[in-house]
């Protein structure tokens, strides 16, 4: 969950809705000696963790100095698969402008995705504005306190239900984000790829025997900062690590090894053309499907090839004239889970007004020098700062 790396590894069904997978004792995945050795051992782990944290620990992060349930929820759907550096000034703008339930729920879209753009991963924003407005209709605006309940919202898995109950109201409920994962695994030499349900049950397993019966919250940020700046990904500072002595992966001079890569795999590539059509200082963006890639945020029209560019600008455009004009910008590539996106600007101007929706899809007329103030995706935004940017002025030599 907060990370000094990326929240690389996303919480095991953060992003989808599922069932709450059953608590499994360790005996599912090892022998009686092994499971023995692991539950001894683990008696030390909470107790030397939590004299750590209280020295050395994160005490003073934007939603820890008032932890209700609201803001632990908004902050842990935002550190999901991000690092906690990049989501803190988030957080404050969020929080400033949507500082209730009710306040979220009552928000147009755009204007949350706004405040998400630069973020990434828009389903989780797209998840936590619909359930906002699920707890103001069904729950009375108030956070359910019980984790199936917390669970049958949108966008929130087990480990995140688990660590909002922990965070906020002290609750005693075992997590497994990216960066847990990783100290269990190394901790008891855990073979194997997380992602792999054999060895998330046992990791589940693993995260019930150490987590203690009382000081929750306390335990629970513990292991999360541990994994975020001593447990980290690549070199672990492990003679640092307060738990150090008991660990399997040190002992065998594996650490750096544990947990498992994610197998290879090649993603294919994409090829898109954006049309960017200019009217002066605006610029023709159109809002993508609720689903998908960016999904409900603005971008540009897109097609597969620069022919069908042109075919649109006369077709739904009367952008005849423009059509003959078109050029080329550097291309812009964007890495995706599972694929990589290639898209090529189509650049083209016009006079005309016209704005026409295709197939129901709306567009509007963007002022690219003005300050957003709608949902626009990441590389569409950096796309439109540097080509609004004046172009650099060529000084004499004489």
Known sequence: MRTGSPRQQTKTGSHAKRRRPAVIGPATHGSAADDSRAASAAASFAPALLSWFRLHGRHDLPWQRDPTPYRVWVSEVMLQQTQVATVIPY?????????????????????VLHHWSGLGYYARARNLHRAARIVVAEHAG??????????????????????????????????????????????FAVDGFPGDARIASRLWALSELVTPPDHAAEFTQAAMDLGAT?????????????????????????????????????????????LVLTRGTHVLLERRPESGIWGG??????????????????????????????????????????????????????????????????????????RASIGLAAPV????????????VQRSRA
């Open 230 to 274: 001593l447990c980290t990904r690549t070199k672990p500072a492990c003679e640092r690590c307060p738990v150090a002595p008991g660990c399997r992966a040190r002992a065998s001079g594996r650490a750096e090894l544990l947990p498992a890569r994610r197998p290879p795999r090649v993603r294919p590539v994409r090829r898109v053309y954006w």
């Open 91 to 111: 957080f404050e703008r969020f929080m400033t402008s949507f500082p209730t339930v009710a306040d979220l729920a009552r928000a147009a879209s755009d204007e």
């Open 297 to 370: 945020l603005w971008s540009f029209p897109e097609f597969e090839s620069r022919a069908l560019v042109a075919d649109a600008l006369r077709r739904d455009l009367g952008a005849s004239a423009a059509a003959k004009r078109l050029s080329v910008a550097p291309m812009v590539r964007h890495a995706f889970t599972h694929f990589e996106l290639e898209a090529i600007p189509v650049v083209a101007a016009t006079r005309s007004t016209r704005a026409a929706s295709v197939e129901g899809v709306p567009r509007t007329w963007y002022n690219s020098c003005g």
């Open 381 to 392: 935004a950096a796309f439109l700062a540097a080509f609004a940017a004046p172009a650099p």
């Open 142 to 187: 108030e956070v359910p306190a019980g984790i199936d309940a917390l669970m049958a919202l949108p966008g929130l898995g087990r480990s995140t239900a688990a660590a909002i109950l922990a965070l906020s109201r002290g609750e005693r409920h075992p997590i497994l984000d990216g960066n847990v994962k990783r100290v269990l695994a190394r901790w």
